[in-house]
Each structure stands twice: as structure tokens, then as C-alpha cells.
T-cell receptor, first 113, second 118 residues
Framework: AQTVTQSQPEMSVQEAETVTLSCTYD???????LFWYKQPPSRQMILVIR??????QNATENRFSVNFQKAAKSFSLKISDSQLGDTAMYFC??????????FGKGTKLSVKP | NAGVTQTPKFQVLKTGQSMTLQCAQD?????MSWYRQDPGMGLRLIHYSVGAGITDQGEVPNGYNVSRSTTEDFPLRLLSAAPSQTSVYFC?????????????????FGPGTRLTVL
């Protein structure tokens, strides 16, 4: 069975600085997808970034980028130039051939002014 | 395009009552799913459907029923509510299977329903 582990329950960062959130996963599949979702206090689940496992190039979306290490089964999220609006829960998720999303327990990120 | 909609946004039930959480999507997605979110637990899959007439259990299905009579709707039924079902419930949808490069693998979430069972 696939599992997703986020080892940092809480993190904080100063505004304008860079922070990296960690995620590791376990799977025997070769083709799959990885996601980072953001959940602000509004509770809405917002897709931040996605990575297709067959692509070696790390995904980037504006200030958000990932470091995808397939052999190590690691998928970290880097947020550059942190903004107050980045304060939220961040969930790492895995989607394999079955199609179901498997989530980590989340990292609560606080951006301080 | 409304995306994924859920009703109600909030609900309070007494133990033993039944109710249905509604979920609808207008993106013609085949795959729909229900998750519950509890503090410190992330989101856990309750039930999912890969198309009209097809449903299956996820990680935490006990106490919940689903049906999928149309592509658009995927209601979640609580048969006899228990305090352990106090949670935030999310519905999500996507294309049936991940298609490389098409973005069809992305799941889109509804706004959630906060349910309290007394």
C-alpha cells in the first residue's frame, strides 16, 4: 500500500524568505503523480503544483517549485519570497494507477511579517 | 463552470439521525470521491466512483453509503450518525485515470461540509 509522510507538523518563515516543506512516499509503482495542495483558513483545497513521475524535470509554478527525487521517493516543496498569503496547511498527495489520492498529514506553515 | 459544489456548508446532527451530503460537478468528470478531514489526520478516502453506476470503498467507509446514478452527482449518506463522524467532508472529482500531459489527473475539490454530531 502506498503511504505519504510529512515529517514537519509545523513550520514558520519570515516574509520574503524561502522555506522548504518535506514529503516522502512509498510505492512500488513506476508511473504516478504527486501533488502539493494548500488549505488556507477558508478550508478550500487549492492545487499548488503537480509532478508526473515519468518526467525528470522538476515542476515549477511561479514562486513554488519542487525537488523530486524519484529514487529516494522524496517530493519537497520550496516556496520562494514567502508572502503572508502563503500561511496555510500544506498537504502532499500521491496518485497512482488506482486513481485515488493518498494524503500526508499536512504541514502547518506560518509566514511572519 | 461552477466546478465542484457541496451542500450544505455546515450541519449539526444528533446521534442516530441520518442525512445526505450533496456533491455535484459540471466538468463531466468520471471520477468522484469523498474524503473526511480530521485534525492531525490529513484527508482520508471514504468512497469513490469511477463512473455512473460504479462505486467502491476507500480507507474509512464504515457508516457511509454512496450511489452514482448520474455523472454529475455523488451524494454521501450517513445512515445513523455517530459522534465519531464529526468531521469536515470534501468531495472531489477528476478524469477517470491519469492522462500524461493532459492534466486530467488533477482532482478538484469542493468547498467542504463541516458536520457536527452531538
Amino acid at each position: 500500500a502506498q503511504t505519504v509522510t510529512q515529517s514537519q507538523p509545523e513550520m514558520s518563515v519570515q516574509e520574503a524568505e524561502t522555506v522548504t516543506l518535506s514529503c516522502t512516499y512509498d510505492t512500488s509503482e513506476n508511473n504516478y503523480y504527486l501533488f502539493w495542495y494548500k488549505q488556507p483558513p477558508s478550508r478550500q483545497m487549492i492545487l499548488v503544483i503537480r509532478q508526473e513521475a515519468y518526467k525528470q524535470q522538476n515542476a515549477t509554478e511561479n514562486r513554488f517549485s519542487v525537488n523530486f527525487q524519484k529514487a529516494a521517493k522524496s517530493f519537497s516543496l520550496k516556496i520562494s519570497d514567502s508572502q503572508l498569503g502563503d500561511t496555510a496547511m500544506y498537504f502532499c498527495a500521491f496518485r497512482g494507477s488506482q486513481g485515488n489520492l493518498i494524503f500526508g498529514k499536512g504541514t502547518k506553515l506560518s509566514v511572519k511579517p | 463552470n461552477a466546478g465542484v459544489t457541496q451542500t450544505p456548508k455546515f450541519q449539526v446532527l444528533k446521534t442516530g439521525q441520518s442525512m445526505t451530503l450533496q456533491c455535484a460537478q459540471d466538468m463531466n468528470h468520471e471520477y468522484m470521491s469523498w474524503y473526511r478531514q480530521d485534525p492531525g489526520m490529513g484527508l482520508r478516502l471514504i468512497h469513490y466512483s469511477v463512473g455512473a453506476g460504479i462505486t467502491d470503498q476507500g480507507e474509512v467507509p464504515n457508516g457511509y453509503n454512496v450511489s452514482r446514478s448520474t455523472t454529475e452527482d455523488f451524494p454521501l449518506r450517513l445512515l445513523s450518525a455517530a459522534p465519531s463522524q464529526t468531521s469536515v467532508y470534501f468531495c472531489a472529482s477528476s478524469r477517470r485515470t491519469p492522462f500524461p500531459g493532459f492534466g486530467g489527473d488533477t482532482q478538484y475539490f469542493g468547498p467542504g461540509t463541516r458536520l457536527t454530531v452531538l
